[in-house]
């Protein structure tokens, strides 16, 4: 089950990638001048819309519960960009260089995934996609507290470890939108 579920978690992340590479063609690496309590907001917004979707059942903008979850996925490699990116790091960056970045971050996500995949028996089958929606809006509210606390925490994981956990709900979500 664990190798079924590496290649759908790579194929959504190619999904995902592919869409994030063209709009560093398009529009540069504009996102770098987010600060990371921005990039949180934009992922709230993606979170919040997709429960308002989920629960009103109509949509009257023409984006889709998918393209929600693939911006979700997006915005949180650019949010890890953004928490090791040093005020030295130009806010253009080479779309070859954005490349090899986000398959880093995602890299690193996926492991987290198939680490806490192995211990928890891939128990997020079993849940509803609304489910991983509250998750990420939990996460949210997380990072949001950790941030206003200036990044400190007495005993809860980071804010990069928050980031992580969402992109993973959010290709879940879309495994199971994609079956």
């Known amino acids: 089950m664990v190798s079924n579920t590496s290649t759908e978690y790579d194929a959504v ?20 001048i987010l600060r990371p309590a921005s990039i949180t907001d934009q ?19 023409d984006e889709d519960i998918t393209s929600e979850y ?9 949010a890890m960009l953004q928490l090791e990116c040093g005020p030295e790091t130009p806010v253009e960056l080479p779309a070859d260089e954005v490349s090899v970045l986000y ?47 200036k990044g400190l925490t007495l005993a809860s994981e980071g804010i990069k470890a928050n980031y992580q956990d969402m992109l993973n709900y959010a290709v879940f979500a879309l495994i199971k939108l994609n079956p």
């Open 13 to 32: 992340i190619n999904t995902c990638r592919g869409l994030f590479i063209k709009k560093t063609h398009d529009y540069g690496t504009a996102w770098r």
């Open 43 to 61: 992922i709230f917004i993606k979170a919040q819309r997709i429960r308002t979707l989920e629960e009103k059942k109509v949509s009257k903008v």
């Open 70 to 78: 693939i911006g979700i996925v997006n915005y949180c490699v650019m």
């Open 103 to 149: 398959d880093e971050k995602v890299k690193e996500t996926k492991d987290l995934m198939l680490a806490k995949n192995h211990d928890y028996g891939e128990a997020w089958r079993d849940m509803r996609i609304s489910s991983l929606t509250d998750l990420i809006l939990m996460k949210i509210l997380r990072v949001k507290q950790i941030e206003d606390n």
